[in-house]
């Protein structure tokens, strides 16, 4: 690619994900509502909130590729959700649809099935079960990309992130966790795809105790190489026996299922 656009590059996956594309496109176009600090020699920062729809527009204009990382991540008041995970959707799928529509990976997330128990074993055709208004705000994001596609032909990614991070640090992550090296592999593969539709994708590395079946993707030729099991002996050293009735260890969604809804100030 020419140019890659990378959303919430910011954010603590963008900043993972920065250097590691460096190689992925000559250009990277790294943006964020928040500070980016300074350009590298092949980046383009641009700070932009997604709630701006001319602002969105412009970002996307010239762009071959999207990985779309912008957002509200955890649990918040469903104002800020609005703006950043479901206008924002909107307005980054529109700017696209007017650019060309270039190939989309969208950040979703494991918690549009949260409320799934972590010995149920679930695949891309499960019903989805979110477990707070975040969680609903990427179920939302996943419906506009599958209209978008059926309607417009826009291909997208729909990677439902379990937990991507440098190493696993807890018992519920030896299941939902994604290496930031097989989170790289799976961007390339998304964008060097002769074909690839509007596939959910779980987001997680060759792990021996995963819940979700990624079989319905292997087309992509994605091959996670990690393994959270590695993790698990460093994980009970310094945790212990995990509490077999704490949410964090029932729910797919851990401690997400007891968040309550956030009021407006």
């Known amino acids: 690619m020419k140019r890659l656009l990378i959303t919430g590059a910011a954010g603590a996956l963008g900043r993972a994900m920065r250097t590691r594309l460096a190689d992925v496109a000559d250009i990277l176009r790294l943006s964020d509502i928040s500070n980016l600090g300074e350009a590298g020699p092949n980046e383009e920062l641009v700070q932009c909130d997604l709630g701006d729809a001319d602002a969105v527009h412009r970002l996307v204009e010239g762009c071959d590729g999207i990985v779309h990382l912008g957002g509200v991540s955890v649990e918040d008041k469903f104002s800020k959700i609005l703006n950043a995970n479901l206008l924002g959707m909107f307005n980054l799928y529109e700017a696209a649809r007017a650019n060309g529509h270039p190939r989309i990976l969208f950040a979703s997330s494991n918690h549009t099935v949260g409320f799934y128990r972590q010995d149920d074993k679930i695949d891309a055709t499960s019903p989805t079960r979110p477990d707070g208004l975040y969680g609903v705000s990427k179920c939302f994001g996943e419906q506009l ?98 509490d077999p009735k704490a949410a964090l260890h029932v729910y797919q969604g851990g401690n997400f299922v007891n968040d309550p809804i956030f009021k407006e100030s």
């Open 145 to 242: 990309a599958r209209m978008y596609f059926e309607k417009f032909g826009q291909e997208t990614a729909l990677v439902r992130i379990g937990s991507c991070m440098e190493k696993p640090s807890n018992h519920r992550m030896l299941s939902s966790w994604m290496s930031y090296a097989d989170f790289k592999r799976l961007i390339e593969c998304t964008f060097r795809a002769p074909m690839l539709g509007c596939p959910v994708i779980w987001g997680i590395s060759n792990n021996d105790a995963a819940w979700w079946d990624n079989s319905h993707a292997s087309y992509l030729g994605w091959k996670p190489q990690d393994n959270a099991e590695h993790y698990r002996a460093e994980i009970d050293a310094a945790l212990g026996k995990p």
